[in-house]
């Protein structure tokens, strides 16, 4: 099963920039047994007060559409404040909510690393180096 099986998803349905903040399919580094229901996205730049909302819509609308495990590649964005990492916090608290699936971010920036971990939410948000890390933890 290749990413042309999922739930019929092409970069325009989720390709989006907004301010300082980039969100694209990510295509590529896609392992093989990638399930149905999940949706890598690549970020860059920052998620901030302006872009956050924006975020937060997009993924909303992907777990509406039956992506439940959404994975976050974060290895581009330079900064996070609390209001981005409140669209994290947000999407793990519906996904709870609907019963299944989860949130896990992977390869974060030094920045984002040093922000995770001083705020604690390493603890409550599933973050490792790589997508495939991260669908073993979620998916296991």
Same mark, same amino acid.
């Given at each position: 099963m290749g990413a042309d099986d999922s739930l019929d998803l092409d970069?325009?349905?989720?390709?989006f920039s907004v301010n300082e903040?980039?969100?694209?399919?990510? +295509? *590529?580094? !896609?392992?093989?047994?990638?399930? &149905?229901?999940? @949706?890598?996205?690549?970020?860059?730049? /920052?998620i901030n007060l302006y872009?956050?909302?924006?975020? +937060? *819509?997009? !993924?909303?609308?992907?777990?509406? &559409?039956?992506? @439940?495990?959404?994975?976050?590649?974060? /290895?581009?964005?330079?900064?996070?404040d609390s209001s981005g990492l409140a669209v994290f916090m947000s999407t793990h608290a519906k996904l709870v909510k609907i019963g299944k699936g989860g949130i896990a971010m992977f390869s974060p920036s030094s920045q984002v690393n040093k922000i995770l971990e001083l705020t604690k939410l390493k603890s409550l948000i599933r973050v490792t180096g790589t997508l495939k890390d991260a669908m073993n933890i979620l998916l296991n």
């Open positions: 970069g325009e349905d989720v390709d903040l980039n969100v694209n399919l990510q +295509k *590529e580094d !896609i392992p093989i047994d990638f399930p &149905k229901d999940a @949706v890598a996205l690549k970020i860059s730049g /920052e872009s956050a909302h924006a975020l +937060k *819509e997009k !993924i909303f609308d992907l777990i509406d &559409k039956g992506f @439940v495990y959404i994975f976050v590649n974060m /290895e581009n964005i330079r900064y996070i």
